[in-house]
């Protein structure tokens, strides 16, 4: 359904924001605004990662 190609590039933007988001959360305070703009960019990360495995997966 969708191009592998495209599929590899979103997936590698994917695992990027997971990385970032997810290396961040060590250094942020809890209860501040930006550790929640932090996991909310780490749930979108990981949403987009899933949904590209299951577009690719479908074809």
Do not use: C, N, W
Not at 18 to 29: D, K, N, P, Q, R
Not at 30 to 46: H, K, N, Q, R
Request: net charge positive.
């Amino acid at each position: 359904m969708i191009d592998p190609y495209l599929g590899l590039g979103v997936f590698r933007i994917a695992i990027f924001i997971i990385l970032v988001s997810g290396g961040l959360l060590f250094f942020l305070e809890p209860g501040t605004a930006t550790f929640v703009v932090d996991v909310l960019a780490l749930f979108s990360g990981l949403a987009l990662a899933g949904l590209v495995i299951l577009l690719v997966r479908k074809k």
